[in-house]
């Protein structure tokens, strides 16, 4: 089925660091959504955009809807270990179903 | 509870018997979707009802899968004769009446088919 392309793919870094994750599509979306899984659990929305340009933040985690409305990215500053788990990007359509991307497994080390 | 709830956790059947995943919304949600997770991968739709009308079926991978939502809260994932490709994390989630309102996911249904 159709997947949004996320990047990267997985990243190991340090505690304190910041992160960066981004996603794209080659179909326009109105709302661009991330989620956070962790082992054995359903994904739960960390930030939600719905304008084109919009930079939402929600403590550590800052997210923007690119201009075109064909990507966003996710930044999360001075990461710390609970930050450990799998990002996903998605993109809503009209009938207001979810097409998300790969994943981005991140590791902190303390 | 305040979450979506989703039962079994874990189901382990054999190659040919048919599973039933049942799924609990956020109470006073409208929209309900269904989404298969392979190992590794991102959810994929499957399903969508608003109330007790599936108004998108169109991600069930064929017709050994069927979802029902009849009384327009609880739903019921419906997987005939299964295959080993069937095994999967099964995703609930559930919106506020609108469509494109944030969904919130269930913890799913990991089934394991031998």
């Known amino acids: 089925g159709q997947q949004l392309n996320q990047s990267p793919q997985s990243m190991f870094i340090q505690e304190g660091e910041d992160v960066s994750m981004n996603c794209t599509s080659s179909?326009?979306?109105?709302?661009w959504l991330w989620y956070k899984q962790e082992p054995g659990e359903g994904p739960v929305l960390l930030i939600a955009?719905?304008?084109?340009?919009e930079l939402t933040s929600n403590g550590r985690l800052t997210a923007q809807f690119g201009i075109t409305r064909k990507d966003s990215f996710l930044n999360i500053s001075a990461s710390i270990p609970s930050d450990v788990g799998i990002y996903f990007c998605?993109?809503?359509?009209?009938?207001?179903?979810?097409?998300f991307g790969q994943g981005t497994t991140l590791q902190v080390k303390p | 509870g305040a979450g979506v709830s989703q039962s079994p956790r874990y189901k382990v059947a054999k190659r040919g018997q048919d599973v039933a995943l049942r799924c609990d919304p956020i109470s006073g949600h409208v929209s309900l979707f269904w989404y298969q997770q392979a190992l590794g991968q991102g959810p994929e739709f499957l399903t969508y009802?608003?109330?007790?009308?599936?108004?998108?079926k169109s991600g069930l991978p064929s017709d050994r899968f069927f979802a029902e939502r009849p009384e327009g809260s609880v739903s019921t994932l419906k997987i005939q004769r299964t295959q080993q490709e069937d095994s999967a994390v099964y995703l609930c989630a559930s919106s506020l009446i609108m469509p494109n309102q944030p969904q919130h996911f269930g913890d799913g249904t990991r089934l394991s088919i031998l």
């Open positions: 955009l719905y304008k084109a340009g």
């Open positions: 179909s326009i979306f109105n709302t």
């Open positions: 998605a993109g809503q359509s009209s009938t207001g179903k979810l097409i």
């Open positions: 009802f608003q109330n007790e009308a599936q108004l998108d």
